[in-house]
T-cell receptor, first 112, second 112 residues
Framework: DTAVSQTPKYLVTQMGNDKSIKCEQN?????MYWYKQDSKKFLKIMFS???????INETVPNRFSPKSPDKAHLNLHINSLELGDSAVYFC???????????FGSGTRLTVV | KQEVTQIPAALSVPEGENLVLNCSFT??????LQWFRQDPGKGLTSLLL?????REQTSGRLNASLDKSSGRSTLYIAASQPGDSATYLC???????????FGKGTKLTVNP
């Protein structure tokens, strides 16, 4: 009965590869997000979708492409992975104003 | 541009002590402030959510206050325990589908 679930939990891949991270929420929330936590543990927004529509795209290289097939799913595809992409990626969701945000457990991406 | 600052960056206390973590934000036009806890290698656990119309929220030994006009929030932890050791993150948003803006966190260590 996990609220926001991400797969995979760990991902180790070589430079230049393409990879995807999947996220699903069963909370009925309208908005989903991708956050990146860098090596200094700072969390920063990457994208948000509201009812499958892209709302926020924060200066992220176009190698990163989010896709939302429906409002319960938000996937992140990364092309031509670079060493600097190594980080923990968190998916989150929220609903309306006045409600909190719920986060997934994160995907630790390591590019070697 | 919203900026969130958390002081101190790290804190080490003996078990049983009461403590206060501080969070400040530069833009008072927020709707929500949320405190999270992050254990090493884990995801984010929501602790308390304060809406801008509220002054404080309490959950067990935790109490969070919000002074929107001065751009400050505090998280008070009573009778600290070793299990409270974690990084505590403060984040603000304008609500709706708006992003959460995070501080860099306070790393708390409670020594037995």
């Amino acid at each position: 009965d996990t609220a926001v679930s991400q797969t995979p939990k760990y991902l180790v891949t070589q430079m230049g590869n393409d990879k995807s991270i999947k996220c699903e929420q069963n909370l009925g929330h309208d908005t989903m997000y991708w956050y990146k936590q860098d090596s200094k543990k700072f969390l920063k927004i990457m994208f948000s979708y509201n009812n499958k529509e892209l709302i926020i795209n924060e200066t992220v290289p176009n190698r990163f492409s989010p896709k939302s097939p429906d409002k319960a799913h938000l996937n992140l595809h990364i092309n031509s992975l670079e060493l600097g992409d190594s980080a923990v990626y968190f998916c989150a969701s929220s609903q309306g104003t006045g409600n909190g945000y719920t986060f997934g457990s994160g995907t630790r991406l390591t590019v070697v | 541009k919203q900026e969130v600052t958390q002081i101190p960056a790290a804190l080490s206390v003996p078990e049983g002590e009461n403590l206060v973590l501080n969070c400040s934000f530069t833009d008072s036009a927020i709707y929500n402030l949320q405190w999270f806890r992050q254990d090493p290698g884990k995801g984010l656990t929501s602790l308390l959510l304060i809406q801008s119309s509220q002054r404080e929220q309490t959950s067990g030994r935790l109490n969070a206050s919000l002074d929107k006009s001065s751009g400050r929030s505090t998280l008070y932890i009573a009778a600290s325990q070793p299990g409270d050791s974690a990084t505590y993150l403060c984040a603000v948003s304008r609500g709706g589908s708006e992003k959460l803006v995070f501080g860099k966190g306070t790393k708390l260590t409670v020594n037995p």
